[in-house]
């Protein structure tokens, strides 16, 4: 197993372990829903329940995004893609990836970075009565570019073994 393969393969158990668990995110997220609308029901709901569900699903939303990527989930248009080979396929997907999709996700992780250390400094909270410390949330957004850009780069890293290797690379 070469360097490169060996990177993926790490990078790819990395998402999806995330994966898995930002599955049972979601299943907590329906839960703390429900609980909230029953809570207010009986009045004794927080605006806490209700940020806490917030950042659930942000959670599932940022988190998710890598581990979608890596199972080949998210939004394409293959109308043309399906004619092509898989080495024609494997350079779309790297050119994609390098001029679009990786520095989009650089420069988000950079000002997520900033926007959470902002937070963090200066204690930010929810300006709701019994809400939530922000900085978590705030933290979700580079984590999530990170593994988004993590898992960008074992995408090249598989296309170029196709290119190398052929389609059963």
């Known amino acids: 197993m070469s360097g490169l393969t060996k990177l993926c393969h790490a990078i790819d158990t990395l998402n999806k372990m995330v994966g898995r668990v930002v599955a049972w995110l979601i299943l907590a997220t329906v839960l703390l829903s429900v609980f909230t609308a ?12 209700l940020e806490g569900q917030w950042y659930l699903f942000s959670a599932v939303f940022l988190l998710g995004a890598a581990y979608t990527l890596q ?34 996700a650089v420069g988000l992780a950079w000002l997520g970075w900033h926007d959470f250390m902002q937070v963090w400094q200066h204690n930010e909270m929810s300006a709701d009565a019994g809400g939530l ?13 990170v593994l988004l850009i993590l898992q960008v780069i074992s995408e090249i890293g598989k296309r170029i073994a196709i290119l190398q290797h052929g389609e059963r690379a």
């Open 71 to 104: 199972a080949d989930q998210h939004v394409r248009v293959d109308v043309l893609a399906k004619r092509w080979s898989a080495k024609t396929r494997a350079w779309i997907d790297i050119a994609g990836h390098v001029l679009f999709l990786l520095p989009v």
């Open 38 to 49: 029953v809570g207010r029901k009986f009045a004794f709901g927080s605006n806490g329940f």
């Open 133 to 145: 410390p922000r900085w978590p949330v705030k933290l979700l957004i580079p984590l999530g570019f």
